[in-house]
């Protein structure tokens, strides 16, 4: 089982950087694939992007590419989630999860572990 808790939200305005991270517990933290999830206010929760544990492989949302970046720091139980170039669509309840998936998993019941999240506001 893994423990999660997430950092590094805030108000920012468009055209700000954020980098998100994501400590986690225990010893296996290299065997799992790590993912971030937002949710705005009265819409469902939806993948952002996500890190294999196998092949260090990554994935994003079409809405994202090219301004995030997800990585991960296993020395450090640590993944991350570099946001550059940010829009007021942005503006969401950001989650950290992770499970032991060796693709990644689009859903958000891919995933059994997942932090307390961290609000990331973008003003225009």
């Known amino acids: 089982q893994v423990q999660l808790v997430e950092s590094g939200g805030g108000l920012v305005q468009a055209g700000d950087s954020l980098r998100l991270s994501c400590a986690a517990s225990?010893?296996?933290?290299?065997?799992?694939?790590m993912g971030w999830f937002r949710q705005a206010p009265g819409k469902e929760r939806e993948f952002v992007a996500a890190?294999?544990?196998?092949?260090?492989?990554?994935d994003y949302l079409d809405s994202v590419k090219g301004r995030f970046t997800i990585s991960r720091d296993n020395a450090k139980n640590t993944v991350y989630l570099q946001m550059n170039s940010l829009k007021p669509e942005d503006t969401a309840v950001y989650y950290c999860?992770?499970?032991?998936?060796?693709?990644?998993?689009?859903?958000?019941?891919?995933?059994?572990?997942w932090g307390q999240g961290t609000q990331v506001t973008v003003s225009s």
């Open positions: 999860a992770a499970n032991t998936m060796a693709t990644i998993g689009y859903g958000r019941y891919n995933y059994p572990y």
């Open positions: 225990g010893r296996t933290f290299s065997r799992y694939t």
């Open positions: 890190i294999t544990w196998s092949l260090g492989n990554t």
